[in-house]
């Protein structure tokens, strides 16, 4: 059964520093991977989408890996603002069923 | 380009009774999914349609149900409500097929007591 782990489960940096949010998943049998945000109450932003066959998407400041026999991606975000303090998820697409799966999610504050 | 659109915003049921959540898709999309997230958590999976057809189902009972209609706006049916079923709805659109990007709604927060 695939299960999706976010470590931490919540972070608090100062503005300007980069940081990096990790997401493990057990099963290596997915189509892809997706990092969202979510602001309190509120639905859901994609911010990447890394299918099987790559190794990384870069969009602005946000960068993300995905290492699928190891089971890990990392989103690395660069001089964080404290526009970027928000929830953040990720998802694997599981090919079966079309089933997303998602981690808890990392609550992420920045500081002024 | 329209976004994807739930309605209503807020809801809040007794338990037993049935609610129906809908959902608008993103202009060029065909394909819908519905996700639950309860507070705290991660969405989880409820069901997915494509072309008015449920094309994928979650770990969830039959009392969960869903429509898709042609112009691909969709309805999530709950009946026989419990407590347990409070949660944010969430719904998401993308092109056909696995591997696109899913856009989701702001979602559909449900109260049920």
């Known amino acids: 059964k695939q299960e999706v782990t976010q470590i931490p489960a919540a972070l608090s940096v100062p503005e300007g520093e980069n940081l990096v949010l990790n997401c493990s998943f057990t099963d290596s049998a997915i189509y892809n991977l997706q990092w969202f945000r979510q602001d309190p109450g509120k639905g859901l932003t994609s911010l990447l989408l890394?299918?099987?066959?790559?190794r990384e998407q870069t969009s602005g400041r946000l960068n993300a890996s995905l290492d699928k026999s190891s089971g890990r991606s990392t989103l690395y975000i660069a001089a964080s603002q404290p526009g970027d303090s928000a929830t953040y998820l990720c998802a694997v697409t599981l090919g079966d069923n079309n089933d997303m799966r998602f981690g808890a999610g990392t609550r992420l504050t920045v500081k002024p | 380009e329209t976004g994807v659109t739930q309605s209503p915003t807020h809801l809040i049921k007794t338990r037993g009774q049935q609610v129906t959540l809908r959902c608008s898709s993103q202009s060029g999309h065909n394909t819908v999914s519905w996700y639950q997230q309860a507070l705290g958590q991660g969405p989880q999976f409820i069901f997915q349609y494509y072309r008015e057809e449920e094309n994928g189902r979650g770990n969830f009972p039959p009392r969960f149900s869903g429509l898709q209609f042609p112009n691909y706006s969709s309805e999530l049916n709950v009946n026989a409500l419990e407590l347990d079923d409070s949660a944010l709805y969430l719904c998401?659109?993308?092109?056909?097929?696995?591997?696109?990007?899913?856009?989701f709604g702001p979602g559909t927060r449900l109260t049920v007591t």
């Open positions: 890394i299918q099987s066959s790559q």
């Open positions: 998401a659109s993308s092109l056909s097929g696995t591997g696109y990007e899913q856009y």
